[in-house]
């Protein structure tokens, strides 16, 4: 289902009809919740479904929390009122782990959602379920998060094309605040040209979040770069990671592609993505302590009585938030306690810019970083890996969210039965360089490695 096919329809109910009929085996859809798009707007007809940590009035946002089961939106997002006047129809709000906190969609507190392309495996997260949505056909497009890789692992594994943007790109006005240096929202389509329409109409300064920046390049346009024009570089980390033996010859299979093309494909030492994970796991916790912390009873949403205010925060907070939110906290507020401060923030903020600064370096000289997207293939849901395990899954991802640039997964055939993604990360905001060539890799890719699609 692609928007040159829809523009001029209005498929809209049948979108519902399809979300009522499979959705009881998937679970991507939370609530059908519809808030119709400007009559007059091109795009009047064409369904979307939004994730629910995105505000859009008339519908919940829960987070997939029981903290905010029944916290409704009071006022719509940035991003989602462009669509809206552009047309496009929420018919929805999708699945996702709970505040955007997991690799799989099992810290969902209103249960796991099954990947469309094997119903024993995870869709990924956080964002599973608007990568399940689209992979399942109910809408063309939906919205994510991106924090370190929630958009794009999830696509990865649904095999459909996810997409983060530059940090700044996309207002974050009514996203639910994470990790507020990291996040971004992102679109999940069935090809790179509807990520390209649908990010081009919600990009842009916003005077209500003062980390958004002008872009004056048309995102739908392509400059002027071909394939074997390209240069791209590997860093080495992909294979000392314990990367998946089949993601690796896929990834090989992706190479030798390029390559054939005439695209110029070296490998490098990039030492400093080796700290990605930890640099992530001390910074994202570390601002999730802080943006949760409104979560207490008083200001928003749940409140579990007991005698006395620190009992009501406690009982509160115990009963409505899940394990991995509550190991987040746990860790977030430890490393900005005074005694580990140095140790742990400050230093974690240092080492991050200097990985910034390294890709920085790197991508003066080649268009973007090349990696598979994850590092493994979905797993089956209820395997219960450790922590440790689940985290080190973005390894590839993280980065982009460190340094701010661009990246975007695209299908690449699959791996014994299970979708693979590419990754691409790209400069700091040249959207438009990376999603050309995203768009000339996806259509000169064979027919048959489309089979995602
Ligand atoms: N939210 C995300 O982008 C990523 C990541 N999987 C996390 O659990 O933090």
């Known amino acids: 289902m692609t928007l040159d096919d829809l523009v001029g329809k209005n498929v809209i109910e049948e979108s519902i009809k399809r979300i009522y009929e499979r959705d009881k085996e998937i679970n991507s859809v939370l609530r059908i919740e519809k808030v119709e798009g400007n009559k007059d707007g091109n795009y009047f007809g064409i369904p979307f479904l939004v994730k629910d940590n995105i505000l859009v009035e008339g519908t919940k946002t829960t987070n997939g929390s029981k903290i905010l089961e029944n916290y409704s939106s009071p006022y719509t997002a940035t991003a989602v009122e462009k669509l809206l006047k552009a047309g496009f129809t929420v018919v929805g709000k999708t699945n996702m782990d709970e505040f955007a906190m997991g690799n799989t969609n099992e810290h969902s507190a209103f249960g796991p959602v099954k990947n469309p392309k094997d119903l024993k495996r995870v869709p990924g997260g956080s964002s599973g379920g608007s990568a399940a949505a689209v992979a399942a056909g109910y809408v063309p497009f939906s919205l994510g998060s991106d924090t370190g890789g929630s958009v794009r692992q999830p696509a990865a594994f649904c095999g459909v094309v996810g997409f983060k943007p530059s940090y700044g790109m996309i207002s974050r006005y009514g996203l639910t605040a994470f990790s507020s240096s990291l996040d971004q929202i992102g679109v999940f389509a069935n090809n790179v040209k509807d990520v390209r329409t649908v990010t081009e109409i919600m990009k842009g300064k916003d005077p209500k979040d003062s980390t958004t920046l002008e872009h004056d390049k048309d995102l739908v346009k392509n400059v002027d770069i071909d394939l074997s024009q390209t240069k791209i570089c590997i860093p080495k980390v992909v294979y000392h990671e314990n990367a998946d033996d089949n993601v690796i010859k896929q990834f090989e299979r992706v190479i030798n592609f390029l390559r054939s093309k005439g ?191």
């Open 263 to 453: 695209a110029k494909v070296d490998i490098k030492d990039i030492p400093e993505l080796e700290y990605s994970v930890a640099i992530y796991y001390i910074i994202a916790p570390a601002e999730a302590s802080s943006n949760l912390s409104r979560y207490d009873g008083v200001k928003y949403g749940l409140r579990n009585h007991a005698l006395g205010l620190n009992k009501m925060y406690k009982a509160t907070r115990e009963g409505g938030l899940g394990i991995e939110v509550k190991r987040r906290i746990m860790m977030g507020t430890f490393n900005l306690s005074s005694l580990y401060y140095d140790q742990y923030y400050s230093k974690a903020s240092k080492v991050r810019k200097l990985l910034s600064n390294k890709m920085k370096e790197i991508l003066n000289d080649y268009h973007l970083i090349m990696t598979p997207t994850s590092p493994v293939l979905p797993p089956k849901i209820g395997e219960k890996l450790k922590p440790l395990d689940y985290y080190l899954m973005d390894i590839f991802t993280i980065p982009a969210n460190l340094t701010g640039s661009p990246a975007i997964s695209i299908p690449f055939g699959d791996v014994q039965g299970l979708p693979f993604g590419i990754q691409f990360i790209g400069r700091y905001m040249k959207d438009e360089e990376l999603l050309t060539i995203a768009d000339n890799f996806f259509k000169e890719t064979p027919r048959e490695l489309k089979n995602y699609v």
